[in-house]
């Protein structure tokens, strides 16, 4: 069993949608969590930053943590084209360096 | 630079023979990472630097994969013998602290033929 699981998707949504991706995971020890967001032929890009349980809202973007399921989930209001990529939940532990922890990403296209 | 830097963004290579990767981290980020990124598989970890300190090698699949750090900055992985399942993108990070706000570069893309 991998330590961050994510339904690869694809994911179709219409324009203007309101998008829930979501990861869950196994490990106790994990205190950050992540979203990167992948467009094609690209490298990952940081959209989130959390810190343990509860929300995180930037822009459109809410990032939301429940420790006590082992739950992440990603929240996307008013979906445009330009969100079309895959987005990759990542988590890692506390205490300075760890290895961050990906999911295997899902794939997103939202449809004009 | 603004950004972290990868070349060459695509090589192909025969089986067998090496391969340089080369990562260019942003300035003044004393953290530098290398993930490889297969279809299907999600990013895999392979060697982490940190400062002057030893680098963390417990990712690299196998004698064959090496890195170093020169200098705090510039990184090179090297693969020795390449074989077809080596065929991947190969992603460079830096980070300010070693936390997890990493930035990638776009990749090297190493085809094994």
């Known amino acids: 069993q991998k330590e961050v699981e994510q339904d690869p998707g694809p994911l179709s949504v219409p324009e203007g949608a309101i998008v829930s991706l979501n990861c869950t995971y196994s490990?106790?020890?994990?205190?950050?969590f992540m979203w990167y967001r992948q467009y094609s032929r690209k490298g990952p890009e940081l959209l989130m930053y959390?810190?343990?349980?509860g929300n995180k809202e930037d822009g459109r973007f809410t990032a939301q943590v429940d420790k006590s399921s082992k739950y992440i989930s990603l929240f996307i209001r008013d979906s445009q084209p330009s969100d079309s990529a895959t987005y990759l939940c990542?988590?890692?532990?506390?205490?300075?360096?760890?290895?961050?922890?990906f999911g295997t990403g899902t794939k997103l296209q939202v449809i004009p | 630079g603004a950004g972290v830097s990868q070349s060459p963004s695509n090589k192909v290579t025969e089986k067998g023979k090496d391969v340089e990767l080369r990562c260019d981290p942003i300035?003044?980020?004393?953290?530098l990472y290398w993930y490889r990124q297969s279809l299907g598989q999600g990013l895999e970890f392979l060697i982490y630097?940190?400062?002057?300190?030893?680098?963390?090698k417990s990712g690299l699949p196998s004698d064959r994969f090496s890195a170093e750090r020169t200098g705090g900055s510039v990184s090179t992985l090297t693969i020795q013998r390449t074989q077809q399942e080596d065929s991947a993108v190969y992603l460079c990070?830096?980070?300010?602290?070693?936390?997890?706000?990493?930035?990638f570069g776009s990749g090297t893309r190493l085809t094994v033929v």
């Open positions: 990070a830096s980070s300010l602290r070693g936390t997890g706000g990493y930035t």
């Open positions: 490990n106790s020890a994990f205190q950050y």
């Open positions: 959390t810190y343990s349980s």
């Open positions: 990542a988590a890692e532990n506390s205490g300075g360096y760890q290895k961050v922890t």
């Open positions: 300035s003044g980020h004393t953290a």
């Open positions: 630097f940190q400062g002057n300190s030893a680098p963390d």
